[in-house]
């Protein structure tokens, strides 16, 4: 197997078992909350897949563009939310019923939802575009759906063991997944450096900023939930967005670089946000 093969099973592997985590401390209510709230659904989904890809298609008609960043943006925008998503929005003070229950209930509205999108999309822009619903499928099934269910099992199975293993399982999957990502950035890094010109980085940044925006006046009177709706907007599934791109734009460089990035841009810019809504307290100082 060669380097990058290891470094891509290394990563899918981490992702498989930070999802396994959150299964060992999930409950079934918390997994179809949104399911028990439609309102609140139609309102999440309507906030990361419909507003979102309406703000991405009309900048994409209002600025000149380059390709690369268009279909970047276009793809990252019909995206659900990523495996690692929930356990930094419960960490932020996200309520765990809301992100696990969007987790679960954005996945699965994907499979649908996501090449709808993509059709309509042929609209706006002059190509054809298409992903099959069993390619949805089959990334969120892997990624999010068998992980979060084995984790629910063995919590079920063996409670005591599923509370002692979780911490150190998670810590061990999150310093993977950070040695993981950093030679795929590397990698990307030439596609993306011949994007600075025409802005891309500031796309991203402008993607993510708008996501958190965007979730956060939708998100409810609920702070938490705005929280976690916040973060869910500006930050996709990776994974998805690559799929789309490699079945419809495989020769267009620097595609998969910029949703790559993304990662780590809306990272920087989520921190800024949760520093915005609850910027750290200060000790009192000593008389």
């Known amino acids: 197997m060669t380097l990058a093969g ?54 994409s008609q209002l600025f000149d563009l380059a390709p690369a ?42 499979i649908v939802l996501v090449p709808l999108s993509i059709e309509t999309m042929e609209y706006a822009f002059p190509v054809e575009l298409r992903i099959a619903p069993s390619k949805v499928l089959s ?15 063995v919590q079920w199975l063996a409670p005591n063991i599923a509370e002692r293993v979780a911490k150190p399982l ?3 999957a999150t310093a993977i997944v950070v040695v993981a990502i950093i030679p795929i950035l590397i990698k990307g890094w ?17 993607f993510s900023a708008s996501g958190l925006l965007i979730g956060h006046l939708i998100g409810g009177p609920n702070a938490d939930d705005r929280t976690v709706l916040a973060l869910a907007c500006g930050s996709r599934h990776p994974s998805i967005a690559l799929a789309i ?7 267009v460089p ?9 990662l780590v841009i809306s990272g920087l810019v ?16 000593a008389n």
């Open 6 to 59: 290891v470094i891509s099973l290394a990563l899918t592997v981490s992702l498989f078992v930070l999802v396994f985590v959150l299964g060992m401390k999930a409950k079934l209510e918390e997994i179809t909350f949104l399911f028990r709230n439609p309102g609140l659904l139609i309102r999440s989904i309507l906030a990361m897949n419909v507003i979102m890809l309406a703000v991405v298609v009309l900048a």
């Open 69 to 110: 960043i268009k279909i970047a943006l276009v793809t990252l925008a019909v995206s659900p939310v990523p495996p690692l998503l929930p356990g930094k929005q419960i960490a932020s003070g996200g309520t765990p019923h809301y992100a696990l229950g969007l987790l679960v209930a954005a996945s699965i509205v994907s």
């Open 139 to 153: 990334v969120v099934a892997l990624s999010i759906f068998a992980p979060l269910a084995l984790g629910m099992i």
């Open 170 to 172: 998670s810590s061990a």
């Open 190 to 206: 030439p596609d993306l450096s011949n994007l600075f010109g025409n802005g891309a980085v500031l796309c991203l940044v402008l």
């Open 245 to 251: 791109t490699a079945l419809n734009f495989p020769g």
């Open 254 to 262: 620097g595609v998969a670089a910029l949703i790559l990035y993304h």
């Open 270 to 285: 989520s921190a800024l946000y949760l520093r915005w809504i609850k910027p750290p307290t200060q000790s009192p100082s």
